[in-house]
């Protein structure tokens, strides 16, 4: 169940990003999607894609200066994917 929750939050975070380079929303969301995402990589600190979640935290800290369309795509994907899979 836990897993789930957090593979929802997952998928909330990559719609998070994805509206704030459509510039639905502002910056502070995502602010708080980045801090989800380095405290659940520092909790589960070992695993590889917990450091993933790290990495991506750093990425949407770049993509809130730079709004580069690939890196969006890239983190989009990601999240996504990982949500979706932790669902099942």
Partial sequence: MFVKVMGLLDIVCAFLVAL???????????????????????VFFGDFLSILDGVVAVLILIDIFTQSGFLTYILVMYLLGKGVVSMF
């Fill in 20 to 42: 704030f380079y459509f510039n639905v929303i502002s910056s502070h969301p995502l602010i708080v999607a980045m801090i989800y995402l380095f405290i659940k990589c520092v």
